[in-house]
């Protein structure tokens, strides 16, 4: 293969110049003409019925144009990705505190915020369901028709009690994992308005807006072609946009009114409303022998999924899926539940089920090798998949299988070599706190499938124009959320046609404008358009041999549909492709004040080649602090339904002072075969396991094993002064 | 009642008639339509909103525009013109310091702050200095490594002169 000359460099990112310069309008930032804000109602119960809303006082708020509520949603009153159980305005029941009632549409945003308080709805309050264990017993409440389990799932491969008869050592534990907030900077925003030729267009901040194009026609009972859905630019998304947010809203005021309308939700009202990180309970028991082979797990896992589906059923599949990380076990049996509750509402988030499962299987691993006094890095080694292996739900795993490599690296890294060194150095700390100081090093690996998996559509079509000056258009319906996915597309243009970067411009997510790439999701997009790029690159030049390039140029359009494994075992399940990556961590912990700090992590990742290098460094350290924040900080609490935490003053992220100044990236570039210049994806992976490699850090540390997620200083201190007894 | 307020913004002098609860980062992003400045929390928590006010960086959520009659505001409209980036714009491009860039306005200038304050600062300080704006993107280590770099240069150009 020639020398690459764009590919796997660290070109600037195409959007750079207008963020720095505050000059990208995102979505909180359109303004039209003579728009309406709107703001909504929403419940005053996490699960009551409603008896009737009296909007008289609201409409008669000065300045407010119009408040409709569930009998002016002219399509079907309902949404969701996978199921349509949300209304878009409830009408009989409300199931979580982010359910609306109604909107509210005014001239200014303060008159629709007081009309809002003025809106009369009347409840008949009903006992929240607040246990998911609960919620599955028989006599438990309905939540909805088919009852309280969303999706349930059972795998089974060998057989679990020959292998736990062999093993040696066994380890019995139960994890928790909180419910955790997306956070992005940017809340959920948009405009919409009726365009020149009469088009319902909504500007927004979803992560693919074909599906939003169907959610809202289906909502409005218009034709397809009626909506337009356009969403290059947000603030950032991991998930939380994919689901509708303030799409269908704004449509339904632009609908009626005719008027252009804006809506920007508050912090408080963000945290509240979308999609979050399943909570989850696992119960795991894993076995190995004295050589070191695992030879069972079995585990139970139980998610919340909230008030409505969204994505919780195969957010499950894939819990299920990753529950043996990247292991070759001989013997595997889990159980899976979803189960619907009045706990907000859970969905997509970077990693998709796969982040809570790696939490448990990595400390088993950890745990296991312990109890065989085996070096960690080794004894994951020994059991790590290879491709033609079995996977633990009983599949062949028939593409490049990246993991090995990823824990050979790390073994090599300075961090792990000599973790020795590091654990004992005091330097920072005056003589008299060294001996409260502890340090620990620790490591986790992961495997994350790539794309929506089998049984979904899941392909990525793409429009590339070669003007006569010698440009180059990509158009791709996909969102720029901060990933850098604009950049790599350019780079692989650029690289594919043959012309230097700076002419390649590229145009996203616009019904209108671009075809139609799939979503925004499951580390999909470089892989996805970057193939479609590719195909409909060699058709261009085809093109460019036969004939001469006119005034408009050449376009042509290429569709990549992702391979898919030869089995299928629930919806996205299993995957046939995997992002693989090892984690190191080095964590100190002061055990008079229980503060922990991550001093350095180091990450080797193999998403296939690198495509853009500043951009994949940068999802790699992003993933660093998101993975902090869910092993020390975050949580989504509740108090019987009602959240407690719902902006950044309670709800704590990590800042520059929790993240470490010394993060390392190392990418494992394991070359995919089918992989455009042989890159996969990186943006999950990098962050998935991170929180283990913490929790393991923390157990070297001070010896303490926390099965429960976030573990905050009082969780340190407590087990300390438990250990002294 | 509405109360007349003249700020110098980015230079430039403007006057205003609010509201007495008018915020600050109101009047900029809707009446003065520099929307480069940016609301994550609302409640002085995530920096999205920093602004210079008189040199000091706040956050423009937490201040009322009518107790600011007379100062100056510096935004990131102020900082460099397309093709003509100021050097710490050049750093966050050429270090990758932006993802989403949402927190980008916000950091930027909580980062010129620190460089009024300290001629080189150390890691520690470019990181406290940040501690106040969140970024869910970056990590924070390319935003560190951008101002540190400035930082560098700035002082080679002050010795230079
Ligand atoms: S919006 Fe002002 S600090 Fe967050
Ligand atoms: S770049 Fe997205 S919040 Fe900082």
Known sequence: MKALKTVGRRPRRLDAEAKVLGELVYPSDRCLEGMLWVEVVRSAHPHARIESVDTSAAAAVAGVVCVLTAKDVPGENAFGIQIQDMPVLCHDRVRYMGDAVALVAAESRAAAREAVARVRVDYEVLEPIIDPEQAMQPDAPALHPGGNILHRGHFQKGDVEVGFKKSAVIIERAYQVPMMDHAYLETE???????????????????????????????????????????????????????????IHLALVTYHTKRPAKMVLSRDESIVSHTKRHPARMWYKTGASKSGKLLAVWCRLVSDTGAYASLGGPVLNLMMEHCAGPYLVPNVSVDGFAVYTNNGFSGAFRGFGCTQACVAIESQMDLMARALRRDPLAFRRDNVLHKGDRAALDYEMKTKVGAEATIRAAGRGKLYRTRGKFKRDRSEHTRSMAPYIKRGVGVASQMQGLGLGVGLPDYAEVELNFSPDGAVTVRASTSELGQGAYTAYAQMAAECMGVPLEKVRVVGADTKTTPDSGTTTASRTTYAVGNAILMAAGKLRAELDKRAVGLEGISVRETFHLPVADVKLGDGLPHLLYSYGTHVALVEVNTLTGEIAVLAVEAYLDGGRVIFRTGFEGQSEGGVAQGIGYALFEEVLFDRGRFLNTNFDTYILPTSMDVPADIRTVPVEVKEDTGPYGAKGVSETCMVGVTPAILNALHDAIGVRFTRLPVRAEDVLRAVLERRR | MKITVRLQINGAEARFEVDSTERLVDTLREKAGLTGTKVGCGIGECGACSVLLDGKVVSACLVLTAQVDGAKVATVEGLGKAGELSDLQGAFVREGAIQCGYCTPGMLMAAEAILARYRRPTTEQIRKGISGNLCRCTGYAKIVSAIRKTAGRRAIQRSGR
């Open chain 1, 189 to 247: 925003a948009g405009v919409s308005y009726y365009d020149d030729s009469g088009s319902l267009t909504v500007e927004s901040c979803g992560q693919y807006v074909y599906r939003d194009q169907t959610q809202i026609a289906r909502a409005l009972g218009l034709p397809l072609e009626k909506v337009r859905v356009t969403a290059p630019y947000t603030g950032g998304a991991f998930g939380g946009k994919d689901e509708i947010t303030v799409q």
